[in-house]
Antibody, heavy 120, light 108 residues
């Protein structure tokens, strides 16, 4: 059974850093692209970042480029999102999502999300 | 940047057909994917590549895409279909994923 489970969320002060993790199981992790999508309280879905199966290609939303870094450790079946210089507007539930192939654009399995709150 | 426009809300009576639109410039040239999200839950893919259904998604869900509008159609609507629905594309000109603003489907 395919599973992706996020962790690492919490309360952080503005300007601080946080690293999210997404543990994957039930599929050959290195063969699939992965993404992070966030949802601010009461708002819609916002794409954050994506990465190819090998990790060689990465993509970022303009709002996080230069502050967030996506990476993956295929030996540990884990996806990461390093978030630096956090702002109040980064407050959201962060979802990890798997693509059905090593191509970008669609995701077929999502985790339940981890909440990041940026506040003093 | 590429923009997807969805109506904020759609209401439909049980047993009737719900139509949710997603507008974008020449969206017919892109592949459109649709997600269903119920309160407190993660999104679920219901239609991908314009009109394909993942396994486990009822045949009542269908999609189409042409010109400047993509459409998600839900036939014989049930109370359990009440949710937020999001369209999504890959903007290859900027290597970005773009989501529509979402449509809240209310079953009367």
């Amino acid at each position: 059974e395919v599973q992706v489970v996020e962790s690492g969320g919490g309360l952080v002060q503005p300007g601080g850093s946080l690293r999210l993790s997404c543990a994957a199981s039930g599929f050959t992790f290195s063969s699939y692209a992965m993404s992070w999508v966030r949802q601010a309280p009461g708002k819609g879905l916002q794409w954050v970042s994506a990465i190819s199966g090998s990790g060689g290609s990465t993509y970022y939303a303009d709002s996080v480029k230069g502050r967030f870094t996506i990476s993956r450790d295929n030996s540990k079946n884990t996806l990461y999102l390093q978030m630096n210089s956090l702002r109040a507007e980064d407050t959201a539930i962060y979802f990890c999502a798997k693509a059905p192939s090593d191509s970008q654009g669609v995701t077929d399995y999502w985790g339940q999300g981890t909440l990041v709150t940026v506040s003093s | 940047s590429y923009v997807l426009t969805q109506p904020p809300s759609v209401s439909v009576a049980p047993g009737k057909t719900a139509t949710i639109t997603c507008g974008g410039n020449n969206i017919g040239s892109k592949s459109v994917h649709w997600y269903q999200q119920k309160p407190g839950q993660a999104p679920v893919l219901v239609i991908y590549y314009d009109s394909d259904r993942p396994s486990g998604i009822p045949e009542r869900f269908s999609g189409s895409n042409s010109g400047n509008t993509a459409t998600l159609t839900i036939s014989r609507v049930e109370a359990g279909d009440e949710a937020d629905y999001y369209c999504q594309v890959w903007d290859s000109s900027r290597d970005h994923v773009v989501f529509g603003g979402g449509t809240k489907l209310t079953v009367l």
